[in-house]
């Protein structure tokens, strides 16, 4: 598969084979490649809790949905939730952000997190980046320190719904040559 059919085949997954786990070896793969991907000054400021003990989960599951809003009630069903820990930059990308007014450990954390996606993808599982859950709870649950923030809990597991149509916008909208439109 080229990487313009991986990226196509690529969504927001948010049914799973309840049955199915994820093949350690498989998870092994997608952990290798978070940790190639590229940062400002190489300042790698994350760090990922994995979770797939099926109590575990679920409890981070529950931190992740909304009964009033009714949220995520899906991330139930995934067998491993990957949280994404935000750790201190180097002292290189911590001036350059500050002398440039850019926050380069949160660009390096998408980076990152679209590294996951994208080698789960490649290896055939689903995920979906899920932002909306209560930190301090998952704190508590995976023993993180407060002084930490919890970006982003993606969960990874065999989806089981069709691939939908993207709806993007076109080239011509988002693209201009040697100026801004």
Not at 26 to 40: G, T
Not at 54 to 73: C, W, Y
Request: net charge positive; hydrophobic share 40%; proline share 4%.
């Amino acid at each position: 598969m080229d990487f313009l059919e991986l990226v196509s085949s690529r969504q927001s997954v948010r049914s799973f084979d309840p049955e199915r786990s994820v093949e350690k070896e498989k998870i092994n793969r997608i952990i290798e490649i978070a940790r190639l991907a590229p940062s400002a000054c190489n300042a790698q400021p994350w760090s990922f809790v994995l979770v797939d003990e099926p109590e575990l989960k679920n409890k981070v599951a529950d931190a992740t949905s909304s009964r009033v809003l009714g949220m995520n009630h899906f991330t139930k069903q995934a067998p491993v939730h990957l949280l994404i820990v935000e750790e201190k930059v180097n002292i290189s990308s911590g001036i350059g952000g500050w002398i440039k007014k850019k926050d380069y450990a949160q660009m390096d954390l998408g980076i990152v997190a679209a590294h996951i996606v994208l080698a789960a993808q490649a290896v055939g599982l689903g995920t979906c980046i899920v932002g909306w859950f209560d930190e301090d709870k998952v704190k508590d649950l995976l023993n993180i320190p407060s002084s930490k923030r919890v970006w982003l809990d993606i969960v990874i597991g065999y989806g089981n719904q069709p691939l939908r149509k993207k709806s993007r916008k076109p080239i011509d909208e988002i693209l201009s040559y040697n100026s801004y439109k």
